[in-house]
């Protein structure tokens, strides 16, 4: 058997992922695998891998963010995976994660006010792809 | 001044917790990962991992490749398990195509990606004990094993590190003339050196000493660090892709999973040897077994998956690696997620170095066997 | 004699026929000494660091060329084998540790990254592009991704070669000048 995680894909509004990861969480979820980000252009979609060991299931979570308000709740709580993978999306992204413990750039330096992996950053130095 | 006694001269001194760095050049923190150690005496009060001194940007590269191009991105990012990096990416791909490969394909990879396993965790267990203090000579050996190892894979694609091997749809080349029975060699002469190599840690009192019960641990913490590999599997856990979401053809071979108990170092370092060796059984299994047919690819090198999105997740040698595609229906990917095992893997140091000693947070990260390229990308 | 053969500068060293007296100049047995006991800083950036290491492992053994005694600190070393990506947030560090060697200091680099960037070149956001970029003057270049242990074993007896040919006291200071 190959368990997908994306076939089982739960869209949630952004108010309610702390509840439902909670939820989740009692209900034997007990690993946040992976947690990224998608730049859509008008909004960011932040995806949550979850699987649970014991019962071998797995979940994804989506939600959307306003890139005019990029905050919502942090899950370092309950996962402590979350820590360092939202840190990631905040440092390349700009995802702001709110109660987080140390919501510092992780893999840029410090000092820096751009976002990288947003569709919108751009430098002179990229090269343009060619067309196919 | 008087002579007084220890404990009023230990009232009057000063004393105070301090801060120690370590690297971002260090000979034991395996490349450029940077430790800021808080210490009260020789005991670990806080530690704060600092990473991204190897940040090359590799997501946002793929941004601006298409799918056949990246492939070669992928070897640098574990650098020590190229072909199993090759293997999660090209394996994201086809599910994103839907696409289907030769069984002999499919036997090839598994036979790479398991002598791959192998020589990468000669390489992790051997700087282990380099961390500890053995200079040089196990990582000799180490070397001189894994050496038998890229060698082949340096006949069978002509790189001895960075293979770029694998191919969407298949790989780049068939297995050469005489390949199986090299493979069938390497078998044989790997395995009393695997035991060889086990018989010189386990039985030195040094080794034993500094990994029993150092950096221990629990089942729960791991799950709830989402630690992956054989570090997840030292810690009690039975976990392991190639059994429980089996891709390829793995479900067609015999293999135990290797467990520990307490989760600690010497566990680690166990777990690791027996993986070796069960990774040697695999092989010997698929060398047999080996199909006839056409490897290689039959696709084009220009690729437009449909629109949509896939996550494929792999047991690399370091836990699990995965690639999650988003495609919009170019030639490039729109988006490409790397959830790296060492980056997880890494996470739990400074949960684990609390309270221990400051040399034995060596200790415990060299048994976590990290590798930078593959925690920064 | 035996020690007259080895010296690959001869023609410095004058043998008396038949005599046990050597005679040759204070400068190049320096040259000799310095060019046969190159020190490497340990310093693995990335993946050029495996390759790095399997030089120094039995197969390739770089300790023929008595550049095997890998030290890390970097005030013992006399050559720093620049092995990898060099990305933004490590420049200053190796600036540092480039300063922190004592004269006279040598730099290699090896692989692509090290020499201009190499595949993380163009697209990407944080990668310096090669050892030169940081200001950090450089000695030999080898090219390769990863350059093979034989590569970096023929780039170490070209600066043992360069090294012979400076001069021995000021050849940096004539360099810098330039």
Redesign the interface.
Known sequence: ??????DRQIAIPKESLLETARRLASEGF?????I?A??KNESIEL?Y?LYS?NK?ACV?LKTQLALDDLAIESLANI???A???ER?VYD?FGVKFLNHPNLK?????DDWDVH??RKDFSRPD??K?PK? | MTWSSVETIKENIHTEEFWVNMG????STH??LYLEVKLSGETVVDLITH???????????AE???YTQFI??T??LD??AAMGNNLGYVLAVEKLMKMEVSDRAKYIRVIIAELQRVASHL?GITTFAQDLGAFATP??YG??ER?KI?ELFDDICGN???YNYMRIGGLQFDLPKGADEKIKNIIKYMRPKIDDLESLFSSNAIFTARTKGVGALSK??A????VTGPNLRASG?K?DLRR????LCYDKFDFDIPTGVNGDSWDRYKVRIEEMRQSLRIVEQAIGGLPEGDPTIKVGR?I?PEAG???M?TEAPRG?L?F?I?SDG???P??M?I?SPS??NL??LS?LAKGIKVADVVCVLGSLDIV??DI?? | MAVAEKIPASGLIEKFPGGGIVLTTGESVLKWGKASSLWP???????C???M??TG???FDIDRFGAGVFR?S?RQCDVMIVA??I?V??GD?MKR?YAQMPEPKYVIAMGNCAVSGG??Y??????VKGTEALGIPVDVYIPG??P?PENLLFGIIKLQEKILKESALCGRKERRVR
């Open positions: 058997m190959s368990a997908d995680a994306l007990d690993n946040l695998h992976c990224t998608v730049d995806i891998i060991i071998h994804t996962w402590k995976s820590d360092w993978l990631e390349l750039r992780i893999l840029n330096p990288p992996l990229l090269i792809k196919y | 971002p050049q260090h000979p490349g450029v990473i991204g001194y190897l940040h090359r940007g590799i997501e946002k590269i601006n490749r298409t070669p991105f070897d640098r650098y020590i390489v990582l000799f070397f001189r050496e890229v001895r590190l960075t729960e913490k799950v709830n660090y989402s856990v976990w429980d979401e089996p891709y220009i437009k999105e896939s996550y997740r699990e995965g999650y988003v170019s030639a490039y729109y988006r997620k959830r980056f997880s996470a739990v949960e930078m390229g920064d990308r | 800083l340990t310093f693995g950036l990335a993946c660091a495996i390759e290491i399997s492992a039995p197969r890390a970097p990898g990506t990305c947030k490590m560090c540790l595949i993380f163009h697209d990407t956001y944080s990668v991704c990863p093979r």
